[in-house]
DNA sequence: CATGAATGAGCATTCATTCAT
DNA sequence: AATGAATGAATGCTCATTCAT
């Protein structure tokens, strides 16, 4: 599982989507548009439609329970017709947590450009990542968390590099908010254990209060988180 | 994944063990004793060893990348002979999972009862769990959390039955403490985070401190939860 | 594999040609031209590169290994076009045999004119064959021994035809030597018995003397089978 | 093929049964008795059974052609169950070829022990050599030359080293009567010609005169090849 | 209880071929 | 002519499960 112990080396701050091309040439990135988020793939084109199915399938029957005939069936292709767009099974679990991480890293960058205080900052990214989870990006997301030892040991590593330039974001945040006094867990401590409390969400929140003993929307969510903190909500 | 929104019967209290003796002849539960302990399988029996190693296995390579021969080679017999133990290799995913669940459960109410103060109490609960998870049942509560979607629906449903024994220690807990103002968030909002704060560690938390930056041991992880939920540490 | 004992219809000596005409518009012979040398596919059209480099493929990899894809990159178009130029994959191997006999057996018969004597005579069938199996044809006349199979029946006779010209140089001269006392060994069986002798030659001579323990160039293999028969060497 | 021309270590004389009998523990030699025939699979065996009809199929359609559906069906047993006994479908190529080898090096080295002088030597090499490729082992013998491109590189390495002491007879042999001025042509050169031409009789010899025009025997055949080498015929 | 040969449905992947552009 | 996405049947192989011994 998308795992924590293992020595990483240090992101590369800005090239890394050069690396990427070369990996996935068909994934691009913008580096010079005016906005952070990462080009994904057409989600009308064959290659987006799969991935789509791909996050579904994959966080509804897991990785190894999903055959690539379900997949065909659910995009409505051959099966044979699958290896056309990826190599390998493999490759689509790559590349959906490859475009998931690209995508909510933007997001989350994104926010905090517009955060003006501590406790606004630590809230944009709680608030972000509650969204990547039980949002859109959401099925990507759980299968990015749940799906990871499925990956290659190269895939992870490929994978791995991404993740650093996010739970930067994360980290820096933290140290600040702990600089400032205004938490007292270890900032390493915290993270790992808000990853585990956020991405946990996706079993168990519903947005729309379907079915729910009572109705929490995600806004009532970060709340809950803030207060857990022992932070403030605005 | 062990998943919480589902409707699930309110818990029969104490008949729960009867369904479990049918179906499971060899494994039973003696909720009249003294001690609250479950009785487990013994760890020397054929079976035992079984269950020991499909928790190994099934925690490091997951349950549907574990064969039969596998778990067969690594407790030393023939493939054929498995089914001497358990009519299918879901059943022992299941068993691992009963038999986890079923001896935290009892590890905590003993627990409990030691408990003089409401953080106390809370502080044992935190305790308990983060030991059920990185201690020696680590492997099989690893296989509890991120397994589940491999159990049949019968299966699921048997074990969300035990669950909710345990679960209510926990709510119960939450809601004097909530009661008392010592915390802030929602008791059922903070139940779930803290199931994916504390079930989260197995991924990240090392208690030898081997390879990691800082020592850390179980004292200190419980001592962090307690001040990132702002509760007081001794 | 290029097989002998069937039945095989007496050669029809000038009608083929109108057949193979029929069936692959491009290829032609013309044996009313001065010279006997087969019009081969220009080798720097597409078709011939196609040639090239399937006997090449088909010799390095065998048929069956080799892809149309394989090909198709050898050659620097897209698998798609390679049906532009053959119908089926069988088509190009089925091409390659007969380019190949019909090259070697023109070339066989303007050697024969020049000969003198009987033992000059068999002196030429051996040289030249060698050639073929060991020089510029090489790959396209060890696909055509050693991927004979691979052929459909269809394909099969009709190379046949083409291939008892070929031996009928052969068994004129045998039967001339025979006649002679030259030889002692049945024509009939002594063709065959050489026919393995030199086509083998393939899976061993190297000309350059590369990495050979002693060095032997054309002339001094067809002198050592010269020799090995009791025949007189220059 | 059956490729001469690659450095080949020297072949370790006596023990090459022990490192055979590591690698394929199913198949072992009696090094003791007092005939040195090795021990082949029991044909009555669902292994050798297997192993017969993977000769006759490879023989027929070729290594690749074949698919262990063929095969299984051939043998009357599930595609599934093929696996039991072999690990891959190119080890029942390495089987084939590695039982051929050991079985025909044993009769030669019977056959050579009985032999009186060099005339005897040679004409009971050409007559064994001959009666491996059309008698009994055949097929198998046909899959050995005509098969080894699809051996990995690691099998052609192992059975490299059985083909080398099944040469040395040869080549010993031929050596003593070139020592003695009854051949002319180099040993070396002289073998391999040999190879190709008794080789190559699979594609054209029946021992019953089936639809031959001339019936033809085992006798007659060596016979021939003598005349051909003018060797005497008794 | 234990074995291990056998099963047979299922898997990811391959590949010659087609065809709309 | 050429492309390249799509096809779909076929391939080697896997594996939970059965069962005669």
Same mark, same amino acid.
């Given at each position: 599982?998308?795992?924590?112990?293992?020595?990483?080396?240090?992101?590369? &701050?800005?090239?890394?989507?050069?690396?990427?091309?070369?990996? #996935?040439?068909?994934? /691009?990135?913008? &580096?010079?548009?005016?906005?952070?988020?990462?080009?994904?793939?057409?989600?009308?084109?064959?290659?987006?439609?799969? *991935?789509?199915?791909?996050?579904? *399938?994959?966080?509804?029957?897991?990785?190894?329970?999903?055959?690539?005939?379900?997949?065909?069936?659910?995009?409505?292709?051959?099966?044979? /017709?699958?290896?056309?767009?990826?190599?390998?099974?493999?490759?689509?679990?790559?590349?959906?947590?490859?475009?998931?991480?690209?995508?909510?890293?933007?997001?989350? #960058?994104?926010?905090?450009?517009?955060?003006?205080?501590?406790?606004?900052?630590?809230?944009?990214?709680?608030?972000? #990542?509650?969204?990547?989870?039980?949002?859109?990006?959401?099925?990507?997301?759980?299968?990015?968390?749940?799906?990871?030892?499925? *990956?290659?040991?190269?895939?992870?590593? #490929?994978?791995?590099?991404?993740?650093? !330039?996010?739970?930067? $974001?994360?980290?820096?945040?933290?140290? !600040?908010?702990?600089?400032?006094?205004?938490?007292?867990?270890? &900032?390493?401590? $915290?993270?790992?254990?808000?990853?585990?409390?956020?991405?946990?969400?996706?079993?168990?929140?519903?947005?729309?209060?379907?079915?729910?003993?009572? /109705?929490?929307?995600?806004?009532?969510?970060?709340?809950?988180?803030?207060?857990?903190?022992? *932070?403030?909500? &605005?």
């Amino acid at each position: 599982m998308y795992c924590y112990d293992r020595a990483v080396p240090q992101a590369r &701050p800005a090239r890394f989507s050069v690396t990427l091309r070369i990996q #996935e040439p068909t994934l /691009s990135t913008r &580096p010079n548009a005016s906005t952070h988020y990462s080009e994904l793939t057409d989600p009308q084109s064959a290659r987006g439609r799969l *991935l789509r199915q791909a996050a579904h *399938l994959f966080r509804e029957k897991g990785y190894e329970r999903t055959t690539v005939r379900d997949l065909a069936a659910a995009v409505g292709i051959q099966s044979g /017709s699958i290896f056309h767009h990826f190599q390998t099974k493999e490759a689509i679990l790559r590349a959906v947590m490859v475009e998931t991480i690209l995508y909510n890293t933007s997001r989350m #960058e994104a926010a905090l450009v517009k955060a003006e205080s501590d406790t606004d900052r630590i809230r944009a990214l709680i608030r972000c #990542e509650l969204e990547a989870i039980n949002g859109e990006t959401g099925e990507a997301m759980a299968v990015l968390v749940y799906e990871w030892r499925s *990956l290659t040991p190269e895939s992870q590593a #490929e994978i791995l590099v991404l993740r650093d !330039r996010y739970e930067k $974001l994360w980290l820096e945040t933290l140290e !600040r908010l702990s600089g400032a006094g205004l938490v007292k867990a270890d &900032p390493f401590v $915290l993270r790992r254990l808000l990853t585990g409390a956020l991405s946990w969400t996706v079993t168990w929140f519903k947005p729309e209060g379907k079915g729910q003993r009572r /109705s929490l929307d995600l806004d009532d969510l970060t709340a809950q988180v803030m207060l857990t903190l022992g *932070l403030p909500v &605005p």
